[in-house]
């Protein structure tokens, strides 16, 4: 289950972003102690090697990043992170939830897909590879499931 994170967790933060993102798109401990920091901003953290930060603003929000250790990957560690973000996003008032991923990111795509996300923007070369991003969007319920994903079985 995930946990509430703080800047006291920026540092383990950053060591699993680093672990799930290319040299070009890691956050260093800075930038996650910034992000945690900042107004509306919050962090989730699952103990068994994944993370996530999530922005609320008015009655939309953001999910910034999500990511799971490779070794920790296809657990239903990123389906469990993405449900909690999006329950504690409506809980703070937000009716739709919105990511960017890459268009060339397809297993992210279909976890999105499968929770109810749909496309709604493209930024083209967004990232440093050079692939665009998509921008997908979810209508969250308040006081009901926020996303579609079951919860993880472990």
Not at 18 to 24: C, G, L, N, S, V
Request: proline share 8%.
């Amino acid at each position: 289950m995930p946990e509430p994170a703080s800047p006291y967790h920026a540092e383990a933060m950053a060591v699993l972003h680093a672990q799930a993102f290319p040299p070009a798109e890691r956050w260093d401990a800075a930038a996650m102690r910034a992000q945690l920091g900042s107004p509306g901003v919050f962090g989730l953290l699952e103990p068994a090697g994944g993370m996530v930060l999530a922005r609320v603003a008015a009655d939309e929000a953001e999910i910034l990043t999500l990511g799971v250790a490779p070794d920790a990957r296809r657990q239903g560690i990123a389906r469990g992170l993405l449900r909690a973000a999006g329950e504690h996003a409506a809980a703070k008032g937000a009716a739709a939830l919105f990511l960017e991923v890459s268009a060339a990111n397809l297993p992210a795509q279909a976890l999105y897909a499968a929770a109810g996300f749909t496309e709604v923007g493209r930024r083209r070369r967004y990232y440093a590879d050079g692939s665009d991003a998509l921008v997908l969007r979810c209508l969250l319920s308040p006081g009901a499931a926020a996303v579609r994903l079951p919860r993880p079985h472990r």
